[in-house]
């Protein structure tokens, strides 16, 4: 399935999605997702943050068509 993603603004995620404690952070799939890459730590799909010492930082609130 595709689904794009436009850039609406920014928006700040209270998720925990730690891992263990190492810094990596768990997108919505149970991926494990290493420290400075973007994922999607759910539960909105259309929610895109970058993983900082397993949390997810620099959030941004995406339109999902």
Do not use: Q, W
């Not at 190492?22 to 909105?44: F, K, M, N, Q, W």
Request: glycine share 10%; net charge neutral; aromatic share 4%.
């Amino acid at each position: 399935m595709h689904v794009r993603l436009f850039l609406l603004g920014v928006s700040y995620s209270l998720s925990v999605s730690a891992v263990d404690g190492s810094g990596e952070c768990t997108d919505l799939h149970g991926r494990t997702i290493a420290p400075g890459l973007h994922y999607v730590p759910g539960p909105d799909t259309c929610t895109l943050c970058v993983c900082d010492n397993g949390k997810p930082k620099v959030c941004r609130t995406l339109v999902c068509t």
